[in-house]
Structures are given as C-alpha cells and as structure tokens.
C-alpha cells in the first residue's frame, strides 16, 4: 500500500528539517512525503531542496491546517495519508505497524500512543498506559487521538469529506468524529510519533486563548456530530 506523508509548515523554524528526516528514516519504504508551505516567511523551499524526492505545494496565502493538508490530500494519489506537523518527529515504525492493520482488516484510519517531547530536551513517557478501544461515543466524550499518530484511508476523505477550513483549532477532532461516524478506527499501543511542545512557540495549540477557544469549538463539534448521526437514523426510519 502506498502512503502518503503530508506536512503543513507554517513558520516551523528549524524543526521542519527533523519532521522530514524522521519520515526519511521509516522502516516501511513504500511512501512519498509532500510539505505544504502555509505562506511562510522563512524560506520553507530551500529546507525541502536539501531532500531529493520530497515534494513541495505552495500557498496562495495563509490558510491554516486545514487547508494545507486538503490541498495535498486532494492531489494524492496514494492509498493511505498519514499526518505529521512540522515540528513533530514521526517514530521510525509509525508506517510499518500503521499499514500492517489495514492489511490484516477492514478499517477506516489507525492512530496510536506518542510521547511528548519538551524543549527538544525532555522525553516524557508515553501518553497512555494502556491499550485504547476506539469508538464513536467514545469519542464523543473526549478526543483520544493524536494528530502524528494518525494514518487514514485516501478514499475515507472523498466519504466523509475533507477538514473544516473554518476551523484553525479542533480541526482535526471535527474529522476524528466524521470519520468514527462511519468506520472503525484501530489503536495501536506503540509510540507512533513525538509530539513537540516548545515553550513560547507558534503553534496554535500553545498559544494562549487555545483551551477557551477549543472547548467551544469542541462543543460545536459535538452537537454537528450528534445532529447527523440523528439525521441518519431518520432516514433509516424513512426508508
């Protein structure tokens, strides 16, 4: 199966080059890399230039996640896309264990365990202690899965959509849900990638009204989700 490695830069500093090389490193070979440039001001193309084969798009304008990874989502061809920021660091088996469970079942995305790297200088443990059963009232509840620890089905994207643009925060928890909707989703109990906290960085997520701004989104997120699974068992009724 072919994979798809697809990295939004936004600005990364000098973390893009450890993203693209943990990519570079992976035991499965089968995968190509695509690094969307979110209208950076630092000179994202000649980071990439340094790593033959990996491919670059380009922005009109800053857009946000969202956008940045359905530009490249909607151009690939391969079968699986598997997600990583910027400055995260994919673990070297993330593809090879990713893609043996698609293999072995009939599943719609697979996510994992991570650890969270601080400073680029202190490794915690891994996020979760145990094995995760993932489902969609599960789900409901709380987001249980990591971005990086992600690899979905290119053709689940054209089912149930692409990610919401509107959304710069929770972004991916909108499409977790979509996609728990419609197809189960398999957690591996390995650590799949590295999740990089850098203090006073410009990540989204650490940015300082983030939390307030993400429970409210997360609330929305919940009631759209809620409002179609509702609709689809109305038409199930209809019919």
């Not at 890399?33 to 084969?53: A, F, M, Q, R, W």
């Amino acid at each position: 199966m072919k994979v798809e490695i697809i990295i939004p830069a936004y600005n990364p500093g000098p973390y893009l080059k450890d993203a693209i090389e943990s990519c570079l490193n992976q035991s499965y070979k089968n995968y190509s890399i695509t690094v969307i440039d979110d209208c950076s001001s630092e000179n994202i193309e000649g980071i990439v230039k340094l790593y033959p084969g990996v491919n670059l798009i380009k922005t009109e304008k800053n857009s946000g996640p969202s956008a940045a990874r359905n530009l490249a989502i909607k151009q690939s061809k391969a079968d699986l896309i598997s997600l990583l920021d910027a400055d995260d660091i994919m673990a070297r088996e993330k593809l090879f264990y990713s893609v043996k469970e698609f293999e072995a079942a009939d599943i719609g995305m697979t996510c994992g365990n991570y650890k969270i790297l601080y400073n680029r200088s202190r490794m915690m443990r891994p996020f979760y202690s145990r094995p995760i059963k993932i489902s969609y009232p599960l789900m409901m509840r709380q987001n249980f899965v990591a971005s990086g620890s992600t690899t979905i089905r290119r053709d689940v994207f054209d089912d149930v959509g692409f990610f919401d643009e509107s959304l710069w925060i929770s972004e991916d928890y909108d499409m977790w849900l979509r996609i728990a909707e419609k197809y189960s989703i398999k957690y591996i109990h390995r650590v799949l990638y590295y999740y990089s906290v850098i203090k006073n960085g410009g990540s989204l997520t650490n940015s300082s009204n983030s939390e307030d701004l993400g429970r409210a989104n997360n609330r929305k997120i919940r009631a759209a989700s809620k409002a179609r699974m509702l609709e689809r068992e109305y038409n199930k009724i209809k019919k």
